[in-house]
Structure formats: structure tokens, C-alpha cells
């Protein structure tokens, strides 16, 4: 599985702005795609994932400020973030999840998302 990211950047404090996330050359069916973060110096650590019947999950320091969405047909997931502060920043990942045998992570190349006081 391929995943291709886009939209990161640099915002001030209580901006906007739009990931995509296109997955392409998955012969099975994707479970779940979500998106991940890494600050510098901390965790990656889980923003929000999407299932693939539409099962949405957050983070608490996310909540009420970011949407997770996806186009079926265009295998692509969204993460809509608004009123961003500058502890959303850091390097944000797409991730996929195949379930075969066992489940099976792709993660794409990360995106910047600097925001700024």
C-alpha cells in the first residue's frame, strides 16, 4: 500500500488547514486509516483513525477541533483541523491497516504542521 499525504504547512494559532491522505496498490481492502503525530523529542501518538464503516475515533486534545472524513471511491482520508494551537504541531502521519491473517500497518512519509503563537 502506497499512501500518499498532503495539505501540512504553516498556520497561526486558531488557523486551519487540511491533510489528505490517497492510498493506492492495496490488493486487500483497508480496515482503518488514521492519522498520527511526532513532536520532536515525544511519542507518536494517535490524532484520529476511521474505520472503514465509518467509525470515528479522537483524541481528547483533539476533540471538537478536528474531523477525520473519507472518500471511499478515491481511497482518501481527510483531517480537517481548525482552531489549531502550537502543541498540534509536529510531523503528521497517514496510516493504514490491512487486516489478512493479522493486521498489517503502511504509514506514508509525514507531513510538517507548524503552527504558530
Known amino acids: 500500500v502506497q499512501l500518499v499525504e498532503s495539505g501540512g504547512g504553516l498556520v497561526q494559532t486558531g488557523g486551519s488547514l487540511r491533510l489528505s491522505c490517497a492510498a493506492s496498490?492495496?490488493?486487500?481492502?483497508?480496515?482503518?486509516m488514521g492519522w498520527y503525530r511526532q513532536a520532536p523529542g515525544k511519542q507518536r501518538e494517535l490524532v484520529a483513525s476511521?474505520?472503514?464503516?465509518?467509525?470515528?475515533n479522537y483524541a481528547d486534545s483533539v476533540k471538537g477541533r478536528f474531523t477525520i472524513s473519507k472518500h471511499n471511491a478515491k481511497n482518501t482520508v481527510y483531517l480537517q483541523m481548525n482552531s489549531l494551537r502550537p502543541e498540534d504541531t509536529a510531523v503528521y502521519y497517514c496510516?493504514?491497516?490491512?487486516?489478512?491473517?493479522?493486521?498489517?500497518?503502511?504509514w506514508g512519509q509525514g507531513t510538517q504542521v507548524t503552527v504558530s503563537s
Open positions: 496498490d492495496s490488493v486487500f481492502s483497508i480496515e482503518r
Open positions: 496510516n493504514a491497516v490491512i487486516v489478512v491473517v493479522g493486521e498489517y500497518d503502511y
Open positions: 476511521i474505520t472503514s464503516g465509518g467509525i470515528t
